[in-house]
């Protein structure tokens, strides 16, 4: 009862100023009378929360039901500790909903003035909606990214595992642009309320930046944020005929901290959006490596090109007539060194190239470099072309033709120098523009390929609408040409249809003697591919190609090929009779790779003793002893070719005589080893 008196004395003071300063400040104050359970407010907090106003104070029920049912659990544990006297304090941020039914985040810290029994009688504090709106994102009530990055370096303290996920609205800044901000607005607001809507309450919803929302979904497996992802997807695009991508991590098996957590989450949503949008991809961390090194290209690209292009230069590739197999021009193949990664593809660095609009720069730079080439090469080659790749980028430059005859004038050259190759593609299809553009180069005499033919789309159809001098066939078509079938046919109706309009044909990627074979007979204009040879630097193409057409000669001598492939034929032949004989010998005997062990051959004795009758792809020692490698006393370093080693070897009371030695076996050199019993046979 005593005790009873002391506290009402302690209490009255604070219940007073609480009413002297609730007036002057925005925030909340709050007296909690910790035996009674009672809280006493400064004025007004019951007009903004549904608070049943009794006198000054209220019991912990009624607060506990303003509390959004998310976050009760957490302010009852708090308020149970407090009476149980674990702690004093109070310092935590949580949901309440207003009476529009908003659920609004409020900071609330209050500390331990009057002890009883050494337990916590008196506890002071504020309620504040101002200090956590910092935190807060005005338009969806949401928190930022600032509390997510607290929460969920909390979350991996306590050891929990989940996933992280991006969401974003797909097309936003369309949506945006097309309806307005106020109607953009609105989807935010709903993808915010379907998604708070389907959380459970551990999870939690963060807006970030732009159109983007985070939802850490804690304790969730693989399939049910799969599950989550699927209901939101389905829920948002039935309200309101948008679609929602997004990007998901887990947690703490692919990221253990906040940083990678944001960055991870956002390369899977990315991923999301480049393949067709609309859907839910994981993080995988070698897609985001191939990401990393895609950027650190672009920018190692961006500073050669800087550097007076340094890295960069010039391959060319003969082409010669199909007639003869004279050189009469050849292809200038661009090619970038990175000191990071080394020689990178211009598959890889080409499309670089284009997204960042350098491709104009460095379209330029060959441009001006192959012609300068040209024109050293027309000093011994009077008539000798060049073929320029163009991207459409480039071809849809308003500075392009500028660019081409300034680079013409500067090497001295004329346009009919010079060939432009566009690949066929859909961007093509602008027949107007492009015949317009093509029409004004052959002013000039500059004449255009159709590089890739019968790779893209409608092939056949540009023949007739574009006015182009020369299509070059792509070189899936030559493979295996040979073996007649689908691919020869196809050819030689595409040859004869460019014929047909005066279209000049080139088969490009020629690699045997078969392809040039046949190929001669279908009469394309010209070849190119590496039978006649590859790509080569400046001064290697001189000595390779240039002097050979000077002294008017070809680059390869049909039929000088002609006979090596014959004499090929020809041992693959013998070494078929090779075979038969061998099998009717009584030795076991053995060829296989001088440095691989490979088995390229075992005779029908050595097949029956081994019970090995396929030995495709399987080494000597794992037919022959079943080891796992070579033995230790091969002796195959010390071989020597054309000579047989002798030795003896005695097992179970048997003695083999071993004989081996180098050979050379379908152009391989390769180890002979022919095995007997020894003394029986001669
Ligand atoms: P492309 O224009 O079709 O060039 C022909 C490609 O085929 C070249 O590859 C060449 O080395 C290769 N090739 C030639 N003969 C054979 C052969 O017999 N067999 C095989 N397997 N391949 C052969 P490269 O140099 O790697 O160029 C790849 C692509 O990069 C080019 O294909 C072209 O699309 C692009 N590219 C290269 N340089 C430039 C350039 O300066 N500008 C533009 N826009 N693109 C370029
Ligand atoms: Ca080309
Ligand atoms: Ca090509």
């Not at 957590?261 to 949008?277: F, I, M, W």
């Not at 180890?671 to 019993?677: A, D, H, S, V």
């Amino acid at each position: 009862m005593e005790r009873d008196v002391v506290r009402q004395t302690v209490l009255r003071p604070y219940i007073e100023i609480l009413s002297f300063w609730g007036e002057s400040i925005e925030d909340y104050l709050f007296v909690f009378d910790v035996k009674e359970q009672q809280f006493y407010f400064s004025s007004c907090i019951w007009e903004k929360y549904p608070l049943p106003f009794i006198d000054i104070s209220f019991g912990i029920e009624d607060w506990i039901s303003v509390i959004d049912i998310r976050d009760r659990s957490k302010v009852e544990q708090n308020l149970e500790e407090i009476k149980r006297g674990e702690t004093d304090q109070v310092a935590m941020e949580y949901r309440m909903i207003d009476r529009k039914g908003i659920s609004v985040w409020v900071n609330c810290v209050g500390k331990c003035v009057s002890y009883d029994d050494g337990k916590p009688s008196i506890i002071v504090g504020s309620i504040s909606e101002n200090v956590v709106s910092k935190k807060i994102d005005q338009l969806t009530g949401l928190q930022n990214q600032t509390v997510l990055e607290k929460s969920f370096q909390e979350i991996l303290q306590k050891g929990e595992s989940g996933y992280f996920l991006i969401l974003g609205i797909d097309d936003f800044k369309n949506v945006n642009d097309k309806y307005g901000r106020k109607f953009g607005d609105e989807q935010l607001k709903k993808l915010a309320e379907i998604i708070d809507k389907n959380l459970e309450y551990d999870s939690r919803l963060y807006r970030l930046d732009g159109d983007k929302f985070g939802v850490n979904l804690v304790g969730y497996s693989k399939e049910s944020a799969k599950a989550f992802y699927d209901r939101i997807k389905t829920e948002f695009s039935i309200q309101t005929y948008s679609n929602v991508s997004a990007g998901a991590v887990s947690y703490p098996t692919d990221v253990n901290n906040y940083h990678n957590l944001y960055q991870y989450a956002e390369d899977a949503l990315n991923q999301s959006k480049q393949q067709g949008k609309n859907k839910l991809s994981f993080f995988s961390i070698d897609i985001y490596k191939g990401h990393l090194f895609f950027i650190d290209l672009k920018e190692e690209i961006l500073e050669s090109i800087k550097n007076d292009f340094e890295g960069f230069y010039i391959y060319y590739q003969p082409v010669v007539k199909n007639e003869n197999g004279m050189l009469i021009k050849a292809e200038a193949l661009m090619r970038w060194r990175s000191k990071q990664y080394g020689e990178i593809s211009p598959v890889v660095f080409i499309p670089i190239l284009e997204q960042t609009g350098l491709i104009l720069e460095a379209g330029k730079w060959i441009l001006e470099k192959a012609m300068k080439q040209c024109h050293e090469w027309r000093q011994y080659l009077p008539n000798f072309r060049m073929n320029i790749n163009l991207s459409y980028i480039q071809l849809k430059d308003k500075r392009l033709m500028e660019t081409i005859f300034y680079a013409l004038d500067k090497a001295n050259i004329p346009g009919s120098a010079i060939i432009l190759e566009v690949t066929e593609s859909i961007q093509l299809q602008d027949y107007s523009y492009f015949n317009l553009l093509f029409y004004q180069l052959s002013k000039k005499g500059i004449q255009i390929s159709i590089d890739d033919f019968g790779t893209g789309y409608s092939s056949l159809g540009y023949l007739k609408e574009l006015r182009v001098d020369e299509i070059k066939i792509d070189r899936c078509f030559v493979k295996s040409i040979q073996e007649g079938g689908y691919n020869s046919h196809l050819i030689k109706n595409m040859i004869e249809l460019a014929h047909s309009v005066n279209i000049r044909v080139c088969v490009e990627g020629v690699e045997t003697v078969e392809e040039r074979t046949v190929l001669k007979k279908l009469s394309p204009d010209v070849i190119q591919g590496y039978y006649f040879g590859r790509p080569e630097t400046p001064d290697k193409f001189y000595e390779k190609f240039i002097t050979k057409a000077k002294e008017g000669q070809p680059i390869v001598d049909d039929g000088e090929r002609k006979v090596v492939s014959e004499h090929n034929n020809m041992l693959k032949k013998n070494s078929q009779n090779y075979q038969n004989l061998l099998d009717e010998l009584d030795y076991i005997i053995y060829v296989c790779d001088a440095e691989t062990y490979e088995l390229y051959y075992i005779n029908k004795l050595g097949k029956k003793l081994t019970g090995v009758y396929d030995y495709t792809g399987k080494k000597c020692y794992e037919v022959f002893r079943r080891g796992k490698e070579a033995c230790a006393d091969c002796k195959m370093n010390t071989l020597e070719q054309g000579v047989f080693r002798t030795e003896v070897k005695r097992e179970k009371n048997v003695e083999f005589l071993i004989k081996e030695k180098k050979i050379i076996w379908d152009g391989k050199l390769a180890r002979l080893e022919m095995i007997t019993e020894n003394g029986e046979k001669e």
